[in-house]
């Protein structure tokens, strides 16, 4: 008001203004500055003077004592952003309690995490996609058709839901909500799509199918970064300034207009069905290294579990992507979950115990006893009434153990039965998968480029060289190898690089057309 010498001058600028959008204060003013101004605006104009509060906590440091230059319990800022870089600093005090004005015990490993979980996976997936465009010297705005890769529409679904999403918690100003789902995407781009979808990147020529994959990385990686630039400022600008832009395009990326979601590109049930697919090579992971057999050796057949027969359709759109990540020779799919997988559930005891008091062990009896059915429609309602009482899904720990005579694995999304038995030929085309990685390392230690083809020397155990004979065009075509030969014995110029205690080693050289 004063600022504004109201009511004598500026009265239809304070009048549009009021009441404030918001006020932004530390929680130490609440009964400082955001109770003076509820008990001014109440007096002078019957209203709270703003509409919207965002309360930080108090910084406190590692040790739980006010920050003191005397004590010097604290890295000085200037010092971490030195080390980390401000977007670093500025994520890590974002993404904690102090936006929920909780009390933060301030730790240099939580800025430094911040670069290691956000801000370097994000760089990499902007140089991939740069590595690989230059290659093919391709531009945006060459593909305009949709694509019809299931990965490429399920991206960019979880872009448009990302968007929406910060856009709900934005407008509601429920700060805390906006960056772990910033730093979801990053890891669905960079540890789900670009992995899973890297052969498209390397093949030879320059398909629609990878055009496709090109473009919808670019939109990811374009949108994301734009998304970003309130959080990550520093780095945000980076990238949008070293990425391709149109001729209309704004200068910054701080003068682009946030990005707004495309409803007509989001699938939900498509984003659904490849959350389950991430649980399904999960457990299959899981089930491998229980049963001690490495991703190279390939395994027979895997089943796939659950009662809702549209999602199983949904997932079996998905099926390659599931054989080539779990190494699996087909994949059926069952919605008799129930023959594979039984379910039982026990009380939460420290919270039922509390809340029931004498009468927990009448519903301790009455929850052991509870059947699948009645499990299952817990999950899906998140509440279950037991003789007038409800309880939530925290209120009941839920266990999934495998049936006798199954090699069943689940968890509360999805089951799996995945047989880990091994034969002679499911073990020669592990070791040859053992051998292109090790052709691939050396490659790489030899300082050539992905595209550079090479010719190879190579020598070992009975067992690896027969895998190599048995699959000789495989590993040509994977490791870019134009001349393979077999040297009688070990040559002392090259590399030995022994698999599963089996000797093998190689030699390699750029092959000159």
């Not at 800022?77 to 102090?98: H, K, T, V």
């Not at 994301?224 to 630039?229: D, G, L, P, R």
């Not at 039965?417 to 053992?434: V, Y």
Request: hydrophobic share 40%; charged share 25%; proline share 5%.
């Amino acid at each position: 008001m004063r600022q504004w010498h109201y009511p004598f001058e500026n009265k239809d600028l304070f009048e549009k203004g009021f009441p404030a959008e918001f006020i932004a204060e530390g929680l130490d003013q609440t009964r400082g500055w955001f109770y003076t101004l509820i008990v001014l605006g109440t007096a002078l104009f019957d209203t709270n003077p703003f509409k919207n509060v965002i309360v930080n906590g108090i910084v406190m440091a590692e040790d739980g004592k006010k920050m003191s230059k005397r004590l010097r319990n604290y890295t000085p800022p200037d010092a971490l952003m030195e080390d980390y870089g401000a977007d670093a600093l500025r994520l890590y005090l974002i993404n904690s309690g102090l936006v929920k004005a909780e009390e933060q015990r301030f730790k240099d490993a939580g800025v430094k995490e911040m670069t290691r979980r956000a801000l370097l996976p994000w760089l990499n997936a902007y140089r991939f996609l740069k590595t690989y465009t230059a290659i093919d010297h391709w531009t945006p705005g060459e593909v305009t058709e949709p694509s019809p890769n299931i990965m490429d529409q399920w991206l960019l679904s979880r872009l448009q839901t990302l968007k929406a999403n910060i856009t709900d918690e934005m407008e509601a100003y429920r700060l805390y909500n906006v960056v772990p789902p910033l730093f979801d995407f990053i890891e669905e781009l960079t540890n789900w799509y670009i992995r899973l979808n890297r052969a498209r990147f390397w093949d030879e020529a320059l398909t629609k199918d990878k055009a496709h994959a090109f473009n919808t990385l670019h939109t990811a990686v374009y949108e994301f970064t734009v998304c970003m630039a309130p959080f990550a400022p520093f780095l945000s600008e980076t990238i949008y300034q070293a990425l391709p832009a149109s001729e209309n395009a704004p200068e910054s990326v701080h003068l682009c207009s946030y990005p707004v979601p495309d409803t007509d590109l989001q699938k939900p049930i498509l984003e659904e069905a490849v959350g389950r697919m991430q649980h399904v090579i999960l457990l299959g992971r899981q089930k491998r290294n229980q049963d001690r057999v490495k991703t190279k050796y390939p395994t027979r057949l895997l089943r796939i579990l659950h009662q809702d027969q549209a999602l199983l359709n949904e997932i079996a759109r998905l099926e390659p992507y599931i054989l080539a990540e779990l190494n699996v020779k087909a994949i059926t799919y069952d919605t008799n979950e129930a023959d594979y997988i039984e379910l039982f559930a026990r009380p939460n005891s420290p919270v039922l115990g509390k809340r029931l008091g004498n009468r927990f062990k009448q519903f301790k009896q009455l929850i052991d006893q509870l059947d699948s059915q009645s499990i299952l429609k817990l999950q899906e309602t998140r509440r279950l009434v037991l003789e007038g009482e409800t309880f939530e899904l925290d209120d009941i720990l839920v266990f999934r153990e495998a049936r006798a005579g199954t090699n069943a694995v689940s968890n509360r999304y999805i089951s799996i039965d995945l047989d880990t038995s091994l034969d002679p030929e499911l073990i020669a085309e592990g070791l040859a998968r053992e051998v292109v990685s090790r052709i691939q390392k050396s490659r790489k230690d030899e300082g050539l480029k992905v595209t550079d083809r090479i010719n190879l020397q190579v020598w070992g155990a009975a067992d690896i060289l027969s895998a190599i004979a048995s699959h000789r065009d495989h590993i040509e075509r994977e490791t870019l190898c134009q001349n393979l030969s077999v040297a009688d014995a070990a040559i002392e110029s090259g590399f030995d690089l022994p698999v599963d205690d089996l000797a093998f080693g190689l030699v390699l050289s750029k092959f000159e057309d």
